[in-house]
């Protein structure tokens, strides 16, 4: 198995495509890593990259990346719809294949510390690469009262607000959180009926806020006429797709109605659907190595 | 995605390990390829490699392992429990990935005109790859009645058994079958019980020959005490593993019975798996760029 890492920086650029290449060039000048996806909004002024990369490399190209945003964005001007604290906004390292969270965790705090050190950024780790409680939850460390403008008056007066690497001072590139977190996979379910209400009550019956499964988010929606079950399935490690939907199927049966179709939102790890198949075929032998292209992507 | 065809070629040799390391040697001096898998068997005097490749090189890499083959293997003195008409006996190539069946069609008719002029071996074209309707199956081509020994004497006598490819005349290295097919899935279902007459009928119930799915081959058996029928999907794009399984546990429950476990006998294409998910989870948008790993593996 390849060992693969995927990166998913925010940026607080979504408006120069000209900024947004100069990060992406500088990202694909390191060994190992490719651009899978950017994604600007311009009312949210912001950016979202998804690259890829060994273990190994992965973090220089984070590492580039952020010093581009901090050469290229300048806080004191940068306006936009979605909350931020600094050019480079958020940093997350997500395992992919054949790579453990505990290497993520070692990634985020090794890059945190270079950050801090070689480029002065205040950093903060959050989520799995925390090392303070209040500050695994990014809603913690970025809540909408206390953004870039905020952390400048704050940081190094502030005890709550003292960062994990680098000087208590803001300058114009801001703070950072850098974070590592399980694979987020966006997924939504379509019942064979119109009634939104019904797509509300399996939604509260899935999600982890109302008593239902660990690592799911769900809410109810109508999308073109159909009532929609749509989830972000947070580690899907513990909280396998295939029990997911077979619980709704369950009880979309209790409402007499049955799961017409499902859609996937953006990219998912090969292992969430081969789980799946190896659930539902009752593969009792299977290992990733029985697959083909794995073998063919060992190094 | 990654382009990726797949060699099984067979070898009349299964006892001197070192003319298997000078085959396997030949393979892999082929830029892009890679062996993934080799098994001797010393009574059938018989060695499977396989190896997977770009389609632009996989053959150059079956052209030098057959070239091998000629020169160590003397199918004089060979012997052994498995039919055989050569040195490097048969060659299928398969498609596993973004490659098309006509594309192996077509890098097996190259390599056997190769063959024919380069090494003056007499080649029979099979399966998918066959230029004669009584060539389509392997055993008609190398029936247990007409082996190496027969092949000598009737190869340019008899029209039947003229060439595809190559002199009219039989050397040391014999003949060889070079041919295209789809991926064989070996796949073993368990049922909750030792009855091996339940997996029997589900056998006879599924398989091609007695009426059942395409492209499937089945029989009942008792392993360790379990009924299981142990089965080749001979082609999992027009009959997928999931319509074989969903129709076996119907069968089983006519029996009283259910599915205990399925298992994987050998490699398998991740699109197996991955349609299989699919299909379960209904999802209806999904196509195979959406999984993160085969992004990486885009050139």
Request: proline share 5%; charged share 25%.
């Amino acid at each position: 198995m390849k060992r693969i890492v995927e990166c998913v920086p925010n940026f607080s650029e979504g408006r120069r495509p000209e900024v947004i290449d100069a990060i992406v060039a500088a990202i694909e000048r390191i060994e190992g890593v490719k651009v899978l996806d950017r994604s600007s909004d311009a009312d949210h002024n912001r950016t979202v990259i998804t690259f890829v990369g060994p273990p190994e490399t992965i973090g220089d190209a984070a590492f580039a990346a952020i010093a581009r945003a901090a050469d290229l964005i300048d806080m004191d001007s940068q306006q936009g719809e979605h909350p931020r604290m600094g050019a480079a906004d958020v940093v997350p390292f997500v395992p992919i294949s054949a790579v453990t969270m505990d290497e993520c965790v070692h990634i985020a705090r090794e890059l945190g510390a270079r950050v801090g050190q070689e480029l002065g950024i205040p950093v903060y780790l959050y989520e799995a690469a925390a090392l303070r409680p209040d500050r695994i939850n990014l809603g913690e460390i970025r809540p909408r009262s206390h953004q870039y403008e905020q952390k400048k008056v704050d940081v190094g007066v502030v005890e709550k607000w003292a960062p994990d690497f680098g000087p208590a001072k803001v300058g114009k590139a801001g703070t950072i959180a850098i974070g590592a977190r399980a694979p987020l996979i966006a997924y939504n379910v379509y019942l064979t009926t119109g009634d939104v209400e019904i797509a509300q009550k399996i939604a509260r019956a899935v999600r982890h806020s109302s008593g239902g499964l660990h690592f799911v988010k769900a809410h109810g929606l109508l999308v073109g006429g159909k009532a929609q079950v749509s989830m972000n399935l947070t580690d899907f490690n513990k909280t396998p797709i295939y029990r997911v939907v077979e619980m709704i199927r369950r009880e979309a049966a209790r409402y007499g109605v049955s799961v017409e179709s499902s859609e996937l939102v953006g990219m998912i790890p090969q292992r969430a659907l081969v789980d799946a198949a190896a659930w539902y075929l009752q593969l009792d032998n299977f290992e990733p190595r029985l697959i083909i292209e794995n073998r063919l992507m060992e190094e």
